[in-house]
Antibody
Framework: QVQLQQSGPGLVKPSQTLSLTCAISGDSVSSNSAAWNWIRQSPSRGLEWLGRTYYRSKWFNDYAVSVKSRITINPDTSKNQFSLQLNSVTPEDTAVYYC?????????????WGQGTLVTVSS | DIQMTQSPSSLSASVGDRVTITCQASQDINNYLNWYQQKPGKAPKLLIYDASNLETGVPSRFSGSGSGTDFTFTISSLQPEDIATYYCQQYDNLRITFGQGTRLGIK
């Protein structure tokens, strides 16, 4: 049974860096058949895919154009987890952030999700 | 970017009713269309993938159909526990987008 457990602060100051971690149990961040994603949800933007990391003989990352200049997603194989860093945040980055597994082959489908973390950007 | 138009934005139905939600893509996405259910305070849950495949463990009253640009999600007999918001999601060459959601309530 796959479980994703998120951790990280719920309050970030404007211009600072948002950092979240997603710990995986029941699967491996190094799996050759999964990708590990961050998705956020806000009333103004709805559900928004942010990016992913995955291993296919080497590590790959893909990011949404809207955040590409500010985002980093890193795997941590020693702890079987992956992380999100979003730089230079503004109040528009206030949202519930989810990590999610994509098990799609040739497509993308999110079959396992973390519990969600409400991150508020405010001074 | 591919735009997803989901309708209606909200609807109310009675227990036992047949409920239909549609999602239209601005261009052909083959069958790369998934449906999720989200209850308040919870993460979305995958119900249907690749337009018409029922995810393991999901009740058979849920179904999906369509290909190309027009897709339909159906609940054959609405149950009280189906009260939630439903989203479509498409995949096109790393442009992953979700519909705006349909809030489903009970009459």
């Amino acid at each position: 049974q796959v479980q994703l457990q998120q951790s990280g602060p719920g309050l970030v100051k404007p211009s600072q860096t948002l950092s979240l971690t997603c710990a995986i149990s029941g699967d491996s961040v190094s799996s050759n058949s999964a990708a590990w994603n961050w998705i956020r949800q806000s009333p103004s933007r709805g559900l928004e895919w942010l990016g992913r990391t995955y291993y296919r003989s080497k590590w790959f990352n893909d990011y949404a154009v809207s955040v590409k200049s500010r985002i980093t997603i890193n795997p941590d194989t020693s702890k079987n987890q992956f992380s999100l860093q979003l730089n230079s945040v503004t109040p528009e980055d206030t949202a519930v952030y989810y990590c999610a597994r994509d098990r799609g082959v040739g497509t993308t489908l999110f079959d396992q999700w973390g519990q969600g973390t409400l991150v508020t950007v405010s001074s | 970017d591919i735009q997803m138009t989901q309708s209606p934005s909200s609807l109310s139905a009675s227990v036992g009713d047949r409920v239909t939600i549609t999602c239209q893509a601005s261009q052909d996405i083959n069958n790369y269309l998934n449906w999720y259910q989200q209850k308040p305070g919870k993460a979305p849950k995958l119900l249907i993938y690749d337009a018409s495949n029922l995810e393991t463990g999901v009740p058979s009253r849920f179904s999906g159909s369509g290909s190309g640009t027009d897709f339909t999600f159906t609940i054959s007999s609405l149950q009280p526990e189906d009260i939630a918001t439903y989203y479509c999601q498409q995949y096109d060459n790393l442009r992953i987008t979700f519909g705006q959601g349909t809030r489903l309530g009970i009459k």
